[in-house]
Every structure is written in C-alpha cells, then in structure tokens.
C-alpha cells in the first residue's frame, strides 16, 4: 500500500521560514520523481518544485530563490524548505510521487497559512 504523508504546514508570518516533509512506504522511493504542489482556495493545483531520482530541483517561477526542494532517499523523504513567506504563499500543499505514467501517487495535504 502506497502512503505519503506530509507533516509541517501550520500558521505562519510573512517573512518566516517553514519545512515541509514527507515521508513514503511503499514504494521503490529512489527511482521516483518527487513534487511538491499547492492548491490555494479558487484556483488550480500548480507544481511548486520537484526532484529527479538524481536529485535535479525544478521550481515555478514565483518560488525561485525562496524555496528548495531536496530528498533523502534512504529515509524515503522530500522536504521543502520555503523561506520569505508571502500570503500568496498560503495553500494546501501536497507531495506527489511519479514513474512513468502509470504510477502516480499523492499525499493528503498539510495546510499552510501565510499571515500576520
């Protein structure tokens, strides 16, 4: 049975620092490609950052030079490391595994909130 799990997210001012984790069972973590999405109220799910097997870090513009994404592959965990926190910054954030395109798994969220 494939779980991720996020923990992390919470109540936070602008201009703080937040890390995002998520742990993996179930899968062969080391060969998946790892992301971490939000979806704020009213609009789509957007891809924040992901990782390659390799560790290549890939961010949306908006994130470039606050956040960084990285993994731990014999811990089966990715983080993300969010610095200057804006309120549009505010979302659920989930972490997503993917291989291929059959094989594609998604956390139940963990909330965070940008505000003073």
């Known amino acids: 049975q494939v779980q991720l799990v996020e923990s992390g997210g919470t109540l936070v001012q602008p201009g703080k620092s937040l890390r995002l984790s998520c742990t993996a069972s179930g899968i062969l973590f080391s060969i998946f490609t790892m992301g971490w999405y939000r979806q704020a109220p009213g609009k789509e799910r957007e891809l924040v950052a992901g990782i390659t097997p390799g560790g290549t870090p890939t961010y949306v513009d908006s994130v470039k030079g606050r956040f960084a994404i990285s993994r731990d592959n014999a811990k089966k965990m990715v983080y993300l490391e969010m610095n200057s926190l804006k309120p549009e910054d505010t979302a659920v954030y989930y972490c997503?595994?993917?291989?291929?395109?059959?094989?594609?798994?998604w956390g139940q969220g963990t909330q965070v909130t940008v505000s003073s």
């Open positions: 997503n595994a993917r291989y291929g395109g059959a094989r594609d798994y």
